[in-house]
Nanobody, 115 residues
Framework: QVQLVESGGGLVQPGGSLRLSCAIS????????WNWYREAPGKQREWVAR???????IYKDSVKGRFTVSRDAADNTMFLQMNTLKPEDTAVYYC?????????WGQGTQVTVSS
């Protein structure tokens, strides 16, 4: 089992920055990818960014150049640095650990971008 706990969300003005953290615990040997997803009000949950066990990362087109995913394996933490935030980035952000069969989710952290 893998447990994930997100933190770092909040209210920020357009153009601002936030850094989300995902604290990871449990047996992570089976995890292939670490992902960030988000779910805006009235919309389906969507994938945002991914980092693998070799620290290779990929991003949703709309966040490329603004968001950076990273992982501190020694500290068992994953991060999402979000810069130049836009109102359309407003959502609950979730971290996910993806194994071949199973997926593990955190409880989410709210990010609101508004003036």
């Amino acid at each position: 089992q893998v447990q994930l706990v997100e933190s770092g969300g909040g209210l920020v003005q357009p153009g601002g920055s936030l850094r989300l953290s995902c604290a990871i615990s449990g047996n992570t040997d089976s995890i292939i990818y670490w992902n960030w997803y988000r779910e805006a009000p009235g919309k389906q949950r969507e994938w945002v960014a991914r980092i693998d066990t070799h620290n290779q990362s990929i991003y949703k087109d709309s966040v490329k150049g603004r968001f950076t995913v990273s992982r501190d394996a020694a500290d068992n933490t994953m991060f999402l640095q979000m810069n130049t935030l836009k109102p359309e980035d407003t959502a609950v952000y979730y971290c996910q650990g993806r194994a071949r069969v199973e997926s593990y989710w955190g409880q989410g952290t709210q990010v609101t971008v508004s003036s």
